[in-house]
């Protein structure tokens, strides 16, 4: 069979009509870029979704791992209000609570173990072959009122 054309067509075709049978180099480039377009916004999209945490890994730990659970849950619901917040969360400074709060716990628990009295274990014994001595009335309310007063 000879290939010939139509008499109603014209002579000079352009290149992306083929004939049947070939190869259509036009579709297959196209193909190709649609696909790399799909990766590209994906890659974007990615991207573009990781921001608050890359924002926020600077900050404090705690600051850091809310943003990044309101991030999963704006990936998986699909609720752009939750990526907002952890964006909005992840530019906010918030303020250092912990470190003054640990030394005010750090001071305060010093301050226990000075005046912690002594366990009586570690109290020393007495001796049994000394005397017995008797402490007076007076010596015993000046010593009560000694030990009420230090620990006020």
């Given at each position: 069979m000879s290939e010939?054309?139509?008499?109603?067509?014209?002579?000079?075709l352009p290149f992306y009509i083929v004939s049947p049978g070939?190869?259509?180099?036009?579709?297959?480039?196209?193909?190709?870029?649609?696909?790399?377009?799909?990766?590209?916004?994906g890659l974007l999209y990615w991207h573009l979704h990781s921001l608050p945490e890359r924002m926020a890994h600077k900050t404090q730990k705690l600051q850091f791992e809310i943003v990044a659970v309101l991030g999963l849950i704006a990936l998986f619901t699909h609720e752009h209000l939750?990526?907002?917040?952890?964006?909005?969360?992840?530019l906010i400074e918030l303020p250092d609570f912990g470190?003054?709060?640990?030394?005010?716990?750090?001071?305060?628990?010093?301050?226990?173990d000075s005046t912690s009295p002594v366990d009586a274990s570690?109290?020393?014994?007495?001796?049994?072959?000394?005397?017995?001595?008797?402490?007076?009335?007076?010596?015993?309310?000046v010593d009560t009122e000694h030990k009420v007063r230090s620990h006020a």
């Open positions: 010939q054309l139509h008499p109603m067509a014209p002579h000079h070939e190869v259509d180099a036009l579709m297959i480039v196209t193909g190709i870029i649609l696909i790399a377009a799909v990766f590209a916004v939750y990526w907002i917040a952890a964006l909005v969360l992840a470190t003054p709060l640990r030394s005010i716990a750090g001071s305060v628990e010093k301050i226990a570690e109290a020393p014994q007495p001796d049994t072959a000394a005397a017995p001595t008797t402490i007076s009335r007076e010596d015993q309310i």
